[in-house]
């Protein structure tokens, strides 16, 4: 059974940054991709970023790239989401995902384990 616990969520400003970090639990984590994901109110929940086993491959959504940066401390079994330049509309709540194959995927279905989220709130 795997477990993910999110962190570093919060209410900041337009502008400001946040580090939302996941630690996973309960089996082999440094052989799995991970990925970010968010859900606004009222709407579905879109896929944020994603990092590979190894961490030398990651892919953005288009509307954080070059503001969030997903990475890896494999040792430490954690995943973090470096948020740059928050903007009100990167309000949601953000969850961390996990899946068993090694390499990055942008779709949710393909995900095998979810922590229970954090919510991030940017104010204009």
């Known amino acids: 059974q795997v477990q993910l616990a999110e962190s570093g969520g919060g209410l900041v400003q337009t502008g400001d940054s946040l580090r939302l970090s996941c630690v996973a639990s309960g089996r082999t984590f440094s052989t799995e991709a991970m990925g970010w994901f968010r859900q606004a109110p009222g709407k579905e929940r879109e896929f944020v970023a994603t990092?590979?086993?190894?961490?030398?491959?990651?892919v953005y959504t288009d509307s954080v790239k070059g503001r969030f940066t997903i990475s890896r401390d494999r040792a430490k079994n954690t995943v973090f989401l470096q948020m740059n330049s928050l903007k009100p509309e990167d309000t949601a709540v953000y969850y961390c995902?996990?899946?068993?194959?090694?390499?990055?995927?942008?779709?949710?279905?393909?995900?095998?384990?979810w922590g229970q989220g954090t919510q991030v709130t940017v104010s204009s």
């Open positions: 995902a996990g899946r068993r194959l090694g390499s990055t995927s942008t779709r949710l279905r393909e995900y095998d384990y």
């Open positions: 990092i590979n086993w190894s961490g030398g491959s990651t």
